[in-house]
């Protein structure tokens, strides 16, 4: 189970921090996503993290802005986004995959969260 938490309403150029906590065991052994969409929008991937925290993937859209890090002895991964825009503003997943590697798309992640809403004013 995945519990994401940290979303709300800030203003263009503010910062939020998201955090995805995870029941069970070996936390170590699910590479992690989060996901993000708008309305009207498909679900896209903004950034994902490896089992051990060594790989880790960011949409063009997100680079350099937005931090993707996990702490596996707190079964959390966490989403820092920095510099937010209007652009950014979406319902907020994370996603767990059974095996360690990232992966970008959203078919290789099998346990959802309910997302957290996220809001950027400009």
């Known amino acids: 189970q995945l519990q994401a938490s940290g979303g709300g309403l800030v203003q263009s150029g503010g910062s939020l921090r998201l955090s995805c906590a995870a029941s069970?065991?070996?936390?170590?052994?699910?590479?992690m996503g989060w996901f993000r969409q708008a309305p009207g929008k498909e679900r896209e991937s903004v950034s994902t993290?490896?089992?051990?925290?060594?790989?880790?993937y960011y949409a063009d859209s997100v680079k350099g802005r937005f931090t993707i890090f996990r702490d596996n002895a707190k079964n959390t991964v966490y989403l820092q986004m920095n510099s937010l825009e209007a652009d950014d503003t979406a319902i907020y997943y994370c996603?767990?995959?059974?095996?360690?590697?990232?992966?970008?798309?959203?078919?290789?992640?099998?346990?959802w969260g309910r997302g957290t809403q996220v809001t950027v004013s400009s």
């Open positions: 996603a767990a995959r059974p095996f360690t590697s990232i992966a970008t798309t959203r078919a290789y992640y099998t346990y």
């Open positions: 993290i490896s089992g051990i925290g060594g790989n880790t």
């Open positions: 069970g065991r070996s936390f170590s052994d699910n590479g």
